[in-house]
């Protein structure tokens, strides 16, 4: 077998790792040899061998190696945060005490942060104290959506809705026993989208 050059090893192994990255893919064989200047059957036999001496793992499809493992957007890390009440606004200093993997296949992909709640305000909506729930970091929201808001340096997790004459937010709680949360300026930090517990 003719021998392969190592430099030309380390830049497909790099584009197939940066592909990866942004396009949630392995690359063709077609996409590497375009990108590095090379013939289809040349990336192939390329693959096959960096395949054989361990430096990628290589199905003829899939292309994997050890960064990518780590780094998988199918198995993301994402970040615990301190706990954020569900009941009144309270001030919570989040800080990333631990991390999780969320995989794409259950959660999809997005810029996630997960929270422990506290309080009962929206036991209506099926978080309890001590559930963790899945936020998609965003700073807008829709009427209806569920939101960690923060007014006045505290934060709260609220479904977001507006008075008729649009001059207030209204933070809701799924409580019946508890009325909602009438505020002029709101900070939306993400919006709730998953919740994990154990049954």
């Not at 939306?188 to 049954?199: N, R």
Request: glycine share 8%.
């Amino acid at each position: 077998m003719r021998h392969k050059d190592p430099e030309l090893m380390k830049r497909i192994l790099t584009f197939a790792e940066d592909f990866y990255f942004e396009k949630g893919r392995s690359p063709s064989t077609s996409e590497i040899g375009k990108a590095i200047g090379i013939a289809k059957g040349t990336a192939h036999r390329y693959l096959v061998e960096m395949s054989e001496k361990g430096h990628i793992d290589y199905d003829g499809k899939s292309i994997e190696t050890d960064k990518i493992r780590r780094l998988s957007p199918t198995s993301c890390a994402k970040i615990f945060t301190g706990a954020i009440p569900c009941g009144s606004l309270e001030t919570v200093e989040a800080s990333a005490d631990e991390y999780a993997k969320l995989p794409t296949t259950i959660f999809g992909f997005g810029d996630f942060y997960i929270i422990r709640t506290t309080g009962d305000s929206m036991i209506n909506a099926g978080i309890e104290s001590g559930d963790l729930v899945v936020v998609e970091k965003r700073c807008d929201a829709k009427p209806g959506e569920i939101i960690v808001a923060l007014h006045e340096n505290a934060n709260t997790l609220k479904r977001l809705g507006y008075d008729k004459n649009w001059k207030y937010c209204k933070l809701i709680p799924e409580n019946d026993r508890m009325e909602p949360i009438y505020v002029r300026d709101v900070v939306i930090q993400g919006v709730a989208k998953f919740i994990i517990k154990a049954l």
